[in-house]
């Protein structure tokens, strides 16, 4: 057993907290969104266009590597075949 006193909740804490209403929730959201400065039709290309090539960029590399390691391991571990 622990030697420290037990610590009480505050009262407001904890489980007697008030829930917020769906409509309340929702009003915030949409004032927090107002809040957001959203891209322009230009910026947004341009920065589909920058994922676009950082991921094809991305695919080309790991594809290089999964071929280079697969060549490897089939090399090492079983790469000619033996009549007996």
Not at 38 to 44: A, D, G, I, R
């Amino acid at each position: 057993m622990s030697d420290s006193p037990t610590v009480k909740p505050k009262s407001g804490s904890g489980r007697n907290r008030e829930r917020t209403s769906p409509v309340v929730f929702y009003r915030q959201v949409v004032a927090e969104l107002r809040k957001v400065v959203w891209p322009t039709q230009k910026e947004l290309v341009t920065y589909f266009g920058v994922v676009m090539v950082f991921v094809l960029v991305f695919i080309a590399f790991v594809s290089v590597f999964d071929l280079a390691f697969g060549k490897a391991v089939f090399a090492v571990f079983g790469g000619s075949k033996t009549s007996t």
